[in-house]
């Protein structure tokens, strides 16, 4: 979400005006419309003060996106990954050897 959708939505949501919320962060209406306009970007501090006036917190979860690594390239790495899937069977064996889910196993010990 961009900011200054995250900001439209947070003072809507606090049933704010746009004067209320300025007077409540330290800042003022005008700055506050161009920053959900989108002609201004409010800096990190900014928009966490803002946020925390209006009553909001800010939660940040990272993820890492994989962009392959220096000593393969993406495109090799695929490669790479395709002729390790070639290397196992395409088709499975026509009867069942392994036991069934939820059924008693006959042991060896028992017969």
Do not use: C, I, W
């Amino acid at each position: 979400m961009q900011a200054a959708q995250l900001l439209r939505t947070a003072r809507r949501r606090a049933g704010l005006t746009l004067r209320e919320l300025g007077a409540l962060a330290g800042t003022s209406h005008s700055t506050l419309a161009a920053y959900e306009s989108g002609s201004k970007t409010p800096n990190v501090a900014t928009l966490d003060r803002v946020l925390e006036a209006a009553g909001f917190s800010t939660d940040v979860t990272l993820h890492r996106r994989h962009r392959g690594s220096a000593a393969l390239p993406r495109g090799d790495e695929l490669a790479a990954v395709l002729e390790l899937a070639a290397e196992f069977p395409s088709r499975h064996s026509p009867t069942l050897d392994a036991p069934v889910f939820g059924r008693p196993t006959e042991r060896a010990d028992q017969r």
